[in-house]
C-alpha cells in the first residue's frame, strides 16, 4: 500500500538504481529539468520557487539589474516574513472577539481591573495580555446542598448533624436556590462563591436550631425554621456584598441521627399511643355519662306544658289562687317540671302570670 502512495506521487524506490543516495549532477539546471517521477522533490528549489513568485506578486524581479539572485532571494524572505507577521497579528486581534449568549453578562478587565460589561451577543476586547473577559450566567438558578450531596441518602455529617436548645442532636439536610443580582460583585467581592454560599447556609441553620426545641424542629416547625433561615441568610449575604438574592429554602429532612433512630420510633409511637387511649376515653365518657345522668333522673325530662296539663294543674292544687291558673296559658314555660325529688337539680318554676 505504500509503494502505490509513492508511486502515486512520483517517487521510485529501487536499490538497483545505481544513483541511489548519490547527489544528482547538474545542481540546480538537473533539478530544473528533472522530469516528474524522476526522484523526490527538492525542498531548496520549492523555496526558491515560492520567494520568485512573491517577488513577482509585488513587482520585482528575482535577478535584475541591482543585484544577483542572492538580492532577490533576500527580498522574497522579507516579503514571506512580513506576510506571516501580518497573519499572526490578525489572529492575535481576532482572538479578543466574544459572543455573551442571552441570560449572561460579560465582565471585561484591564491588566486584572474592571473595565465595564458587555449585554448579550458579538463584542471584542483587547486581545491578551491587555485585556480579559469572564462570562456569568445571572438568569441560571443555582443550588447549595447542605448535610448531603445530590441525595439524600449521600449524607454529609460534618454539615447535618447539629444541636438543638434542649440539647438534642439532629440530623437536617436542606438545599438553597439562589440566583445573582449582582455580576461585578459576585466576581470580584469574593473568591470561592458557591462555597460561600453554602457555609453561610450552614451558619444560619445552625443559629435557627440552636434556639429551638428539637420536637418543634422535628414536627411543627419545619416551615418556620425555612423561613428563618431565608431571611437569615440573606442578611448575611448582602452583608458580605455577594451579589447574590436567595429565592428558596427547602427542608429534604429533619430526623434525629441513626444511632438513636430506633429509640426515638419507640418513643413517639408510645406518645401516639398514650393520646389515641385518651381520645378513645374521653369519646367514651362523652357517649355514656349524659345517658346514665338521664336514666338515673327521669323526672327532670318534663314534656312541654299544654292546656290540658294547667287544667291538671289547677285541679290538684285548689288552694292556689285562680288569677295564677288561667284557663289558657298565655306564654310557655321555658322550664316546666313537677319533680319534688331532692336529687334533683332543676327547681320548679312559678306559673305564668295572666
Given amino acids: 500500500m505504500l509503494v502505490s502512495l509513492l508511486k502515486r506521487f512520483g517517487i521510485k524506490l529501487s536499490l538497483n538504481d545505481p544513483r541511489w543516495g548519490r547527489q544528482s549532477q547538474g545542481g540546480y539546471k538537473a533539478q530544473e529539468g528533472r522530469r516528474p517521477g524522476e526522484g523526490p522533490p527538492d525542498l531548496d528549489q520549492m523555496w526558491r520557487d515560492f520567494n520568485a513568485r512573491l517577488n513577482r506578486l509585488f513587482g520585482q524581479r528575482g535577478g535584475g539589474e541591482g543585484g544577483g539572485p542572492g538580492r532577490g532571494e533576500m527580498r522574497g524572505a522579507g516579503v514571506t516574513a512580513s506576510l506571516v507577521a501580518l497573519i499572526i497579528g490578525l489572529i492575535w486581534l481576532a482572538s479578543g472577539a466574544f459572543i455573551v449568549q442571552e441570560g449572561q453578562v460579560g465582565v471585561v478587565t484591564t491588566f486584572g481591573k474592571l473595565s465595564h460589561t458587555t449585554g448579550?451577543?458579538?463584542n471584542w476586547r483587547w486581545p491578551y495580555p491587555f485585556q480579559a473577559h469572564e462570562t456569568v450566567n445571572v438568569s441560571q438558578i443555582r443550588t447549595a446542598e447542605i448535610g448531603y450531596r445530590a441525595n439524600v441518602r449521600n449524607k454529609q455529617p460534618q454539615e447535618s448533624l447539629?444541636?438543638?436548645?434542649?440539647?438534642?442532636?439532629?440530623?437536617?439536610q436542606f438545599a438553597v436556590q439562589y440566583t445573582l443580582k449582582d455580576p461585578v460583585a459576585w466576581v470580584f467581592n469574593n473568591r470561592d462563591q458557591d462555597e460561600t454560599v453554602r457555609q453561610v447556609a450552614e451558619t444560619a441553620i445552625r443559629?435557627?436550631?440552636?434556639?429551638?426545641?428539637?420536637d418543634?424542629?422535628?414536627?411543627e416547625g419545619r416551615e418556620k425554621?425555612?423561613?428563618?433561615?431565608?431571611?437569615?441568610?440573606?442578611?448575611?449575604?448582602?452583608r458580605y456584598a455577594l451579589g447574590a438574592l436567595i429565592t428558596n429554602v427547602t427542608m429534604q429532612a429533619v430526623q434525629p441521627p441513626e444511632e438513636v433512630q430506633s429509640a426515638f420510633d419507640d418513643a413517639v409511637k408510645a406518645g401516639q399511643d398514650r393520646a389515641r387511649a385518651r381520645n378513645e376515653g374521653e369519646a367514651y365518657a362523652n357517649d355514656v355519662i349524659p345517658r346514665a345522668r338521664g336514666q338515673a333522673f327521669p323526672c327532670c325530662r318534663t314534656p312541654k306544658p299544654t292546656a290540658r296539663w294547667w287544667s291538671t294543674m289547677r285541679a290538684v292544687t285548689p288552694r292556689v289562687s285562680?288569677?295564677?291558673?288561667?284557663?289558657?296559658?298565655?306564654?310557655p314555660l321555658s322550664r316546666a317540671t313537677a319533680c319534688t325529688s331532692t336529687r334533683c337539680s332543676i327547681s320548679s318554676p312559678a306559673p305564668a302570670r295572666s
Fill in 322 to 331: 285562680t288569677r295564677w291558673w288561667p284557663s289558657t296559658p298565655r306564654r
Fill in 207 to 214: 443559629e435557627v436550631v440552636g434556639k429551638s426545641k428539637m
Fill in 120 to 122: 448579550a451577543g458579538f
Fill in 225 to 238: 425554621v425555612a423561613v428563618d433561615v431565608h431571611a437569615m441568610m440573606q442578611k448575611m449575604v448582602d
Fill in 216 to 219: 418543634f424542629v422535628l414536627y
Fill in 162 to 172: 447539629m444541636l438543638t436548645d434542649d440539647e438534642n442532636i439532629i440530623d437536617i
